[in-house]
Structure formats: structure tokens, C-alpha cells
């Protein structure tokens, strides 16, 4: 009777243990979910490189395509992709903007990423390049830029500055033993936004994902 009693109790315990487990990992989605709508709509209204509105349901859609594909490529190649990370280095490259005319016309998107690396991940993605899938970023845009991320933390053995080093000057030139002292200005634009995104999210805690709901709906 006793050792029934015990084995009740331990399941029960399990049960809410991985119940509670599950809704941690439910709430920790639903507050970057939350700080990236605001973030992003916050940060387009405000860009200097572009005069367009960008809809709130638009939104929305950019963040899901960055936790879903960082989800995805987090799992593929058994790397930790954190959407915020590659939110920090949208916001640094194009300010969350998708434009054909970045170096000249060398770069596109909302990732601002070169025609010849879009072209490369497009021959290994199996997928028919297209300038203007390209440029829209619920389709290849954040996905192309994800699965760049996904790769670099996978070659430079999860090391953060060498990751986000390389997005902006490729991976020669982060294997560089200056690439620290070359590049530092966009790496620390990077970090520093990273820092940030996460310290906001913090510093609500259990209340983020309400406060942020409610900034980005106070938001035009």
C-alpha cells in the first residue's frame, strides 16, 4: 500500500514538474514573441531608410519567420540560433527595412545579405534563387539569414563574436585573428542590441510579455 502510495505521489510530481517545465518554455516564447512585435514595429516607424508604413499583422509575421525558422535551424544542425540574436543583427543591418539598393545594389533584403551568398544558400537549400523572394521576408529573407547563422555557430563551434563577425564580412575573414579589432564597431552594434533585448525582457519578467503586448498596441 505504502510503495503504491509512493509511486502515486512520485507520478504526480512528475507530471506537474513536466507541466511546469513546459509552460517556462511556453512563456519564455510568448515574451520574445511579445518584445519582438514592439521592437520591431518600434524601430521601423523610427528607421531613416525607409518613408513605408509597416502593418501591425506584417509584423507579426516577421517574428514568427524568425522564431520559427531559428527553432528549425536550431534543431537541424544541433545549434542554439536565439531569434533574438538574429533580431539584433536585422536591426543593425536594415533597421527591420527590405530594400533592393544596400551597396549599390550588392546587398538585398531585410537581411541586407550579399546576391552571391543568397545565391550559395539557395544551391544548398535546393531552392530557385529569386531576387524578389528574396526581398520579402516571410518568405526567403529571414529563412536565408537564419540557416546563415545556423551554419556559422556550427563552424565556429557556437562562439558568439565569431558568428556574428562573419555574417557581416563572411567567414574568411572572421577566422581572422584581427577579426576582433577589424570589425569591432558592427560587433559590438550587435552585442550591444542583443544586451539590451535581453536585459528589457528581464527586467519585467513574469509581466514581459503583457508590458510588451501593450506597448506595441499603443503603437501606430
Do not use: C
Amino acid at each position: 500500500m505504502k510503495l503504491k502510495m509512493m509511486g502515486t505521489i512520485l507520478l504526480i510530481l512528475f507530471i506537474v514538474s513536466t507541466n511546469s517545465m513546459a509552460y517556462t518554455a511556453q512563456r519564455g516564447e510568448q515574451e520574445v514573441r511579445s518584445f519582438l512585435n514592439y521592437r520591431i514595429k518600434y524601430v521601423h516607424s523610427n528607421a531613416f531608410n525607409t518613408s513605408l508604413t509597416l502593418p501591425k499583422s506584417r509584423v507579426r509575421d516577421y517574428t514568427d519567420e524568425i522564431i520559427k525558422w531559428s527553432n528549425h535551424y536550431s534543431e537541424k544542425f544541433n545549434v542554439d540560433v536565439d531569434p533574438l540574436l538574429v533580431a539584433a543583427i536585422l536591426e543593425t543591418e536594415t533597421n527591420f527595412v527590405s530594400r533592393a539598393d544596400y551597396d549599390q545594389g550588392k546587398s538585398i533584403g531585410i537581411s541586407s545579405m550579399k546576391i552571391d551568398t543568397a545565391k550559395w544558400i539557395a544551391e544548398k537549400l535546393e531552392v530557385d534563387y529569386n531576387k524578389w523572394r528574396k526581398l520579402d521576408p516571410t518568405d526567403l529573407g529571414i529563412k536565408f539569414a537564419v540557416y546563415y547563422l545556423a551554419l556559422a555557430q556550427q563552424l565556429y563551434d557556437s562562439d558568439l563574436n565569431r558568428t556574428i563577425i562573419s555574417y557581416n564580412q563572411g567567414f574568411t575573414n572572421a577566422n581572422s585573428k584581427h577579426s576582433d579589432e577589424l570589425y569591432h564597431n558592427y560587433l559590438f552594434q550587435v552585442l550591444g542590441r542583443y544586451k539590451f533585448y535581453k536585459e528589457r525582457i528581464n527586467y519585467y519578467g513574469g509581466y514581459a510579455s503583457q508590458h510588451f503586448e501593450q506597448l506595441f498596441l499603443e503603437l501606430e
